[in-house]
Each structure stands twice: as structure tokens, then as C-alpha cells.
């Protein structure tokens, strides 16, 4: 079993920061590719950032220059660093991991449930 966990969500003014976190557990024998995703309300799901296992990053254009993706392989973490926020990043945020079990020569896909980012003023 493998669960994806995020935290950090909340409520803030624009301008505001705030960082999340993503923690993975279970029976993990390795970590390939780490992603975020948001849903804002009454749209799809988007890719935000996403960080290889080699440590390279891409971002979606509207959060480029505001928001930085990072992971810590020896605690199986991703984070978000989200600055200059925005009202229109209103969303939850998820994270998703490709994710090689101890039981399985395959990297499967798992996601979390999801932490509410709302900026208002």
C-alpha cells in the first residue's frame, strides 16, 4: 500500500506565500517523477510543476518565477513553494508520484487527496 498525503493548504490574501508539502509512504522502492496538480473551481485538473527523479524541473506558465518545486528523496517528500499568490491559484492542490513498490518491477501512478489553497483579500 502507498498513500500520498498533503498538507499545507489554507487561506491567504494575494501577495501572500505559503508552502506545501507532499508525503509518500508505504512500501516504496523508489520514486521517479513527482508532480503538482490544481483544480480550481468549475475547471479541470492542471499540471503546475513537476520535478524528475534527476531532479529537473518544468512549470506551467502562470506560476513561472512565483512558485518552486522541490523533493527530499530520503524522506520520499515533494514540495511547492508558492509566492506572489494570486486569487486566480485559488484551487486544491495535488500531488502525484510515479511510484515503484516493493512488490512491483513497474513505476504506477498514485495521487493524493488533495489540499485547499484559497487566496482572497
Known amino acids: 500500500q502507498v498513500q500520498l498525503v498533503e498538507s499545507g493548504g489554507g487561506f491567504l490574501q494575494p501577495g501572500g506565500s505559503l508552502r506545501l508539502s507532499c508525503a509518500a509512504s508505504g512500501n516504496i522502492r523508489s520514486i521517479n517523477d513527482m508532480q503538482w496538480y490544481r483544480q480550481a473551481p468549475g475547471k479541470g485538473r492542471e499540471l503546475v510543476a513537476r520535478i524528475t527523479s534527476g531532479l529537473s524541473t518544468t512549470y506551467a506558465d502562470s506560476v513561472k518565477g512565483r512558485f518552486t518545486i522541490s523533493r527530499d528523496n530520503a524522506k520520499n517528500r515533494v514540495y511547492l513553494q508558492m509566492n506572489s499568490l494570486k486569487p486566480e491559484d485559488t484551487a486544491v492542490y495535488y500531488c502525484?508520484?510515479?511510484?515503484?513498490?516493493?512488490?512491483?518491477?513497474?513505476?504506477?501512478?498514485?495521487w493524493g487527496n488533495g489540499t485547499l489553497v484559497t487566496v482572497s483579500s
Open positions: 502525484k508520484a510515479l511510484i515503484k513498490t516493493t512488490r512491483s518491477i513497474y513505476y504506477v501512478e498514485y
